[in-house]
Each structure stands twice: as structure tokens, then as C-alpha cells.
């Protein structure tokens, strides 16, 4: 698959702040949805947010209030304002785009960014 092009992610103290982007290559086409993912050491895969090209969006209960998503659909790409960090926020944070295509959809993924929230 075509792998997304992440940045953002860094260590930083409880109640700091983090903003994370993600491009979609231009070939990538038909974007239905975008959202992000999150995975601690030990844990499974869960979702954090996701947003429409028409701008709905929709986020984790542990995250709401402090993490807004938005997209520039005009360049393919998402951002992650992630602010009060907390250490359970701790995780790689992955990318996700989901593609409208003839026979269904496609789904593409980051390679993953690491936050790390640590005083």
C-alpha cells in the first residue's frame, strides 16, 4: 500500500500540547474518510478520530475536549491538535485514509508517529 507521510510526534510534560499531520500522496484519490489511530505497549489498535470530507468528525470518549481533528481536503492532508496531554495518551499515533473505489474501498496507512507524555 501507499504509505502516508506523518510528522508531529515527540515527547512532552502532562497538559503540554502536540499537533500531528498526515499527507496523503496527490495519487491518492476518492478520500471518503481520514482519521487516527492509536496503539499502546501492550494494547490493541484503537481509534482517536475521524473526519469527513464534508467535515464530520467524531472522537474517542477519552479525548473529547481536548483533541480536534481537521483536514485541508485541498491538500489531502489531516491534522491532529492534541492538547492537556496526559500519560495515557502515551502511543504511536497511525494514520488512516479510506478511499472510495469501484469494487468498495481501499484503506491506507502511516507508517505511525510516537508521542510520548512523560514528565
Known amino acids: 500500500q501507499v504509505q502516508l507521510e506523518e510528522s508531529g510526534g515527540g515527547l512532552v510534560q502532562p497538559g503540554g500540547s502536540l499537533r500531528l499531520s498526515c499527507a496523503a500522496p496527490a495519487t491518492i484519490i476518492n478520500i471518503y474518510t481520514m482519521g487516527w489511530y492509536r496503539q499502546a505497549p501492550g494494547k490493541q489498535r484503537e481509534l482517536v478520530a475521524t473526519i469527513t470530507t464534508g467535515g464530520g468528525t467524531n472522537y474517542a470518549d477519552s479525548v473529547k475536549g481536548r483533541f480536534t481533528v481537521s483536514r485541508n481536503n485541498a491538500k489531502n492532508t489531516m491534522y491532529l491538535q492534541m492538547n492537556g496531554l496526559k500519560p495515557e495518551d502515551t502511543a504511536v499515533y497511525y494514520c488512516?485514509?479510506?478511499?472510495?473505489?469501484?469494487?468498495?474501498?481501499?484503506?491506507?496507512w502511516g507508517q505511525g508517529t510516537r508521542v510520548t507524555v512523560s514528565s
Open positions: 488512516n485514509v479510506l478511499t472510495l473505489v469501484s469494487w468498495g474501498k481501499r484503506d491506507y
